[in-house]
């Protein structure tokens, strides 16, 4: 079974400072990689998204993640943060039979202005 | 592009009720997907439903049941609530891609209230 880890729950962060968040799963096949977002009030929206190719990969609003595979990690990256990307972070996998999002348990970023 | 819809926004029902929540996919996508986000418990997956089959469920009692429709639209059905039942229940609709890419797009969410 899947299972994916996220390991910082809560995280606060002053304008224009880095971003790094976490992401480790656990599957022995072959995964596809997400990272969703979900702003206050909003919907889950995806952010970025990893099938194969290139392990560094880019997404909306200048997030990145990268794939590395020998760690089993996808972690999420942004240079400079900004207030409007407070909202909630997940991670999650899939396997390429269409099958459901395993989620891990997410991280809700607060961006000081 | 219309995305996924999901109806209705809230619904409030007693324990031991019934509830049907209803979801409406991207025009073009054939699966549909069913997940509960319920209060420090995360995104868990209740149902997949593909060209009108049940593919997989989630670890999830057989109270909670659903269908897909030839219009691909599906609908989830929750017996017998239990307090615990209390969440939002989100949807979401993808296409078979390049690959095996299964990208997921979600709906907006019904919030389920059990008393």
């Known amino acids: 079974a899947q299972s994916v880890s996220q390991h910082n729950h809560h995280v606060i962060l002053s304008e224009a400072a880095s971003l790094e968040l976490g992401c480790n799963y656990s599957y022995g096949g072959t995964v596809n990689l997400f990272w969703y977002v979900q702003y206050p009030g909003q919907h889950l929206q995806l952010l970025l998204k990893?099938?194969?190719?290139?392990?560094l990969v880019k997404g909306i609003k200048g997030f990145e993640a990268e794939f590395i595979k020998s760690k089993f990690s996808f972690n999420l990256r942004k240079p400079s943060v900004q207030w409007s990307d407070t909202a909630e972070y997940f991670c999650a996998v899939n396997d390429n039979a269409g099958n459901m999002l395993t989620f891990g348990g997410g991280t809700r970023l607060m961006v000081k202005p | 592009e219309a995305g996924v819809t999901q109806s209705p926004t809230h619904l409030i029902k007693t324990r031991g009720q019934q509830a049907t929540l209803r979801c409406s996919p991207i025009s073009g996508h054939t699966s549909v997907y069913w997940y509960q986000q319920a209060l420090g418990l995360g995104l868990q997956f209740l149902l997949w439903?593909?060209?009108?089959?049940?593919?997989n469920r989630g670890n999830f009692p057989p109270r909670f049941s659903g269908r897909q429709f030839p219009n691909y639209s599906s609908e989830l059905n929750v017996n017998a609530l239990e307090l615990e039942d209390s969440a939002l229940y989100l949807c979401a609709s993808s296409i078979p891609g390049l690959a095996g890419s299964y990208e997921q797009y979600f709906g907006p969410g019904t919030r389920l209230t059990v008393t």
């Open positions: 990893y099938f194969s190719g290139d392990p």
């Open positions: 439903y593909d060209e009108g089959e049940e593919r």
